[in-house]
T-cell receptor
Framework: KAGVTQTPRYLIKTRGQQVTLSCSPISGHRSVSWYQQTPGQGLQFLFEYFSETQRNKGNFPGRFSGRQFSNSRSEMNVSTLELGDSALYLC?????????????????FGNGTRLTVT | EDQVTQSPEALRLQEGESSSLNCSYTVSGLRGLFWYRQDPGKGPEFLFTLYSAGEEKEKERLKATLTKKESFLHITAPKPEDSATYLCAARNNNDMRFGAGTRLTVKP
């Protein structure tokens, strides 16, 4: 079974630009979450999508947005890039059933997109 | 505020020297405690899920345990290939909150 695929693997942008990152989940997984990982802050939750709807959102500014398509693939967009947005952006998918099984499903991560803002 | 704290930040062991990593959590409505391994340049790889206090899970040289306030990842007779950052995460109904990780180095 193919794992979570994130593209591109590396990205260099300048301040003020915008960027779109892509994530293809494991086949059959309908939930996709996004995380930002930096050396100082660790893994920070951005948002979670399920069936094209945002289910939860972390404490990030509105410049960070995302969406999910009908095939469960997801994209994340960051507008007006700042130097502090440089990070590893990780996408994770999980099987989502109902109730307790949804909550306890482990996240399966991709290898991330390394974004550098200059 | 929900919080997950891991200790130590870094741990250096000789091959064969057993030890434990700690994960303390204060998360309301905990539904599961997860352990992940992360190698440089890669995403976290799922290891274990623990659901309730007293539960234990094992995989090769790793054993994870859970109490009402903390979880331990015990590493028995580690090998150099066990070198990685180990992350724990506590999940409730809203999100999964990660600790900062323990960076483990095992010297031959």
């Amino acid at each position: 079974k193919a794992g979570v695929t994130q593209t591109p693997r590396y990205l260099i942008k300048t301040r003020g630009q915008q960027v779109t990152l892509s994530c293809s989940p494991i086949s059959g997984h309908r939930s996709v979450s996004w995380y930002q990982q930096t050396p100082g802050q660790g893994l920070q939750f951005l948002f979670e999508y399920f069936s094209e709807t945002q289910r939860n959102k972390g404490n990030f500014p509105g410049r960070f947005s995302g969406r999910q398509f009908s095939n469960s693939r997801s994209e994340m967009n960051v507008s007006t890039l700042e130097l502090g947005d440089s990070a590893l952006y990780l996408c994770a998918s999980s099987w989502s059933g109902q109730g307790a099984s949804k909550i306890m499903s482990p996240l399966h991560f991709g290898n991330g997109t390394r974004l550098t803002v200059t | 505020e929900d919080q997950v704290t891991q200790s130590p930040e870094a741990l250096r062991l000789q091959e064969g020297e057993s030890s434990s990593l700690n994960c303390s959590y204060t998360v309301s409505g905990l539904r599961g405690l997860f352990w992940y391994r992360q190698d440089p340049g890669k995403g976290p790889e799922f290891l274990f899920t623990l659901y309730s206090a007293g539960e234990e899970k094992e995989k090769e040289r790793l054993k994870a345990t859970l109490t009402k306030k903390e979880s331990f990842l015990h590493i028995t007779a580690p090998k150099p290939e066990d070198s990685a950052t180990y992350l724990c995460a506590a999940r409730n109904n809203n999100d999964m909150r990660f600790g900062a990780g323990t960076r483990l180095t095992v010297k031959p």
